[in-house]
């Protein structure tokens, strides 16, 4: 079965920063990987998606992820956070292929709060 | 576009009873959907997929006499809560495969009483 990791449950910032959220998968097979937000009382948003190509994906928001298929990584990334990108931070993986195909498995969920 | 209204967004309801949730699809055809149990601090862990017009196939744990999913059109798909205890309390999330993504509701906070 796949599992997917996130390295942190809750990052705390000052606007202006850099981030990174780590993400971690295990899987044998080809995968899709995303990562959605989730801001206070609304539902899950995409921030970007990777299914092949460049392996550096920019997304909404000033945020990038890079895939390192030999580390099983998927990394977010956002080079000056604003207190707007407070928010849960969830990386998901999706098989390719196969009967289970579709089915998103999500990792743990990163709390990022940004203080002004 | 690929807008998924998920109701209600909160419900309290006593022990024993049930509950419906509901997902509809406004603006695409569903034909796969999702659905997620998320409890505090945790991951969303899928229940159950289910596709329109057949049956939903449920995921390793889950209790497919308890949690009724019904898929009956392209642009609805309903979960039941079947006599609900308190530990079925938690927030569920639908999903609908769209294009070459997924669209999320916005969830729904079930507390069991």
């Known amino acids: 079965a796949q599992s997917v990791s996130q390295h942190n449950h809750h990052v705390i910032l000052s606007e202006a920063a850099s981030l990174e959220l780590g993400c971690n998968y295990s899987y044998g097979g080809t995968v899709n990987l995303f990562w959605y937000v989730q801001y206070p009382g609304q539902h899950l948003q995409l921030l970007l998606k990777?299914?092949?190509?460049?392996?550096l994906v920019k997304g909404i928001k000033g945020f990038e992820a890079e895939f390192i298929k030999s580390k099983f990584s998927f990394n977010l990334r956002k080079p000056s956070v604003q207190w707007s990108d407070t928010a849960e931070y969830f990386c998901a993986v999706a098989n390719a292929g196969g009967t289970s195909y579709g089915k998103l498995t999500f990792g743990q969920g990163t709390i990022l709060t940004v203080h002004p | 576009g690929a807008v998924v209204s998920q109701h209600p967004s909160r419900v309290i309801c006593k022990s024993g009873t049930s509950v419906k949730i509901e997902c509809r699809s406004l603006d695409f055809q569903a034909t796969t959907m999702f659905w997620y149990r998320q409890f505090p601090k945790q991951s969303l862990m899928l229940m159950a997929t289910?596709?329109?017009?057949?049956?939903?196939t449920y995921e390793q744990g889950v209790e497919k006499d308890k949690f009724l999913i019904n898929h009956a059109s392209l642009t609805l798909s309903t979960l039941t809560v079947t006599s609900a205890h308190p530990e079925d309390s938690s927030f569920y999330i639908c999903s609908a495969s769209w294009g070459d993504g997924y669209t999320f509701g916005s969830g729904t906070r079930l507390t069991v009483v």
């Open positions: 990777y299914f092949s190509g460049d392996p």
């Open positions: 289910s596709n329109e017009g057949s049956k939903a």
